[in-house]
């Protein structure tokens, strides 16, 4: 079984890569603009990908960050519906999750 230091552990190095990402999502979308028409028209169209790239990127970050301080708190393994303790395998397959399977199927 994971213990509460391995799952922070997992956390911040999930932290770091999506710090990572969202930074070279943001430098790809601030890069200067092409000279050519026909590669700003496809320069635009890449950037509205990134940016869904990067506002899932987001999502996931403020997940994995709300997970850390759950874990600050001690409040890591409860679910944050029912304070029920969330199943360790569960968190094994998604360490950021706040809900236990029950409540989390009730959301869907």
Same mark, same amino acid.
């Given at each position: &079984?994971?213990?509460?230091t391995? /799952?922070?552990?997992? $956390?911040k190095? &999930?932290?770091?890569? $999506?710090?990572?990402?969202?930074?070279?999502?943001?430098?790809?979308?601030?890069?200067?603009a092409?000279?050519?028409?026909?590669?700003?028209?496809?320069?635009? !169209?890449?950037?509205?990908?990134?940016? @869904?790239?990067?506002? !899932?990127? %987001? %999502?996931?970050?403020? $997940?994995?960050?709300? @997970?850390?301080?759950?874990?600050? $708190?001690?409040?890591?393994?409860?679910?944050?519906?029912?304070?029920?303790?969330?199943?360790?395998?569960?968190?094994?397959?998604?360490? /950021?999750?706040?809900?236990?399977?029950?409540? @989390?199927?009730?959301?869907?």
């Amino acid at each position: &079984m994971t213990s509460i230091t391995q /799952f922070e552990s997992r $956390l911040k190095v &999930m932290q770091n890569e $999506l710090n990572d990402k969202l930074a070279s999502i943001k430098e790809n979308v601030t890069k200067a603009a092409n000279a050519d028409w026909n590669e700003q028209a496809q320069e635009r !169209e890449n950037d509205e990908v990134l940016d @869904a790239l990067g506002n !899932e990127v %987001r %999502r996931e970050l403020n $997940l994995v960050n709300g @997970a850390l301080h759950r874990i600050k $708190l001690g409040e890591y393994e409860y679910c944050d519906d029912c304070g029920q303790n969330i199943n360790p395998s569960r968190l094994e397959i998604l360490p /950021f999750t706040q809900y236990c399977i029950d409540c @989390a199927n009730k959301r869907d």
